[in-house]
């Protein structure tokens, strides 16, 4: 059954954004993410009622996100990375919000320079701080596997950074 267009408005005004913030982080070409963004949301209206019956919503849109992602990467050549700081995502807690400033560019590409799994998991919980178990749902891995993804991240990310810092 196709959602109330007014219902899936709202679903769209509310989850788009986020889902746009995440792929961000894991791709700098925005012809790819927005591709990818728009294919997700044509899954959610595509199985809409199955995404109601959801107990983690997030969770299975990310999930989708990210196969969406791999698809338009696979059909797109890279045409243009985000270099504007402006461009960058916004925390959606306010009282963590990222500064955007200039060097915030480095963590992004700092990010987008991990084996996949390993920037999956460190975008979201950079950008959403969700339960291990909620990334374990949404990579479609175990609660171990988040786990060792994200220490081999932070590992790889602290030396990518103070690189680019000069070891500070």
Excluded: C
């Amino acid at each position: 059954m196709d959602p109330e267009p007014e219902e899936f408005a709202r679903f769209f005004t509310h989850w788009e954004p986020q889902i746009r913030r995440y792929l961000i982080w894991l791709e700098g070409d925005l012809a790819v993410i927005d591709d990818a963004a728009q294919e997700t949301m044509i899954t959610a209206h595509r199985y809409w009622d199955t995404v109601q019956a959801l107990e983690n919503v997030r969770a299975w849109l990310f999930k989708i996100a990210r196969q969406r992602l791999s698809r338009a990467r696979e059909s797109r050549m890279r045409q243009v990375v985000i270099t504007d700081p402006h461009e960058l995502p916004e925390h959606t807690d306010a009282g963590r919000a990222l500064s955007l400033r200039v060097d915030q560019l480095a963590i992004l590409d700092a990010v987008r320079k991990l084996p996949r799994q390993q920037g999956a998991a460190i975008a979201l919980q950079l950008q959403y701080d969700p339960p291990l178990a909620e990334i374990a749902q949404i990579m479609a891995i175990s609660v171990g596997s988040v786990k060792t993804h994200l220490h081999h991240a932070r590992a790889t990310l602290k030396t990518l950074l103070a690189d680019v810092d000069g070891g500070a």
